[in-house]
């Protein structure tokens, strides 16, 4: 099993940044993509920037150039920094990780973290 952390969320001025975090711990071996989603209250679960094994990034259009998705291997941990945040990103932002178990493959999903950018 894999259990995702999140942490970083909070409350920010437009045009100020943030820095989230998700740790993975418990089986985490052959953990390949992992990404960051975020839901405001009333809307669905979309992505936001993914990161592959290789190090490839994909953002939704609407943070391209202001987030950017990272990870760090030995630490077992993916970071999304946040800059030039506006009030349409307030939202829970959630960590996905994807293990490949030969045959099988298995998503997680972190508890959470708020983010909520004021105007």
């Known amino acids: 099993q894999v259990q995702l952390v999140e942490s970083g969320g909070g409350l920010v001025q437009a045009g100020g940044s943030l820095r989230l975090s998700c740790s993975a711990s418990?089986?985490?071996?052959?953990?390949?993509?992992m990404a960051w989603y975020r839901q405001a209250p009333g809307k669905q679960r979309d992505l936001v920037a993914s990161i592959t094994s290789g190090g490839s990034t994909n953002y939704v259009d609407s943070v391209k150039g202001r987030f950017t998705i990272s990870r760090d291997n030995a630490k077992n941990t993916v970071y999304l920094q946040m800059s030039s945040l506006k009030p349409e990103d307030t939202a829970v932002y959630y960590c996905?990780?994807?293990?490949?178990?030969?045959?099988?493959?298995?998503?997680?999903w972190g508890q959470g973290t708020q983010v909520t950018v004021s105007s």
């Open positions: 996905k990780a994807r293990q490949a178990m030969g045959v099988y493959e298995y998503v997680y």
């Open positions: 418990g089986s985490i071996f052959r953990i390949n993509a």
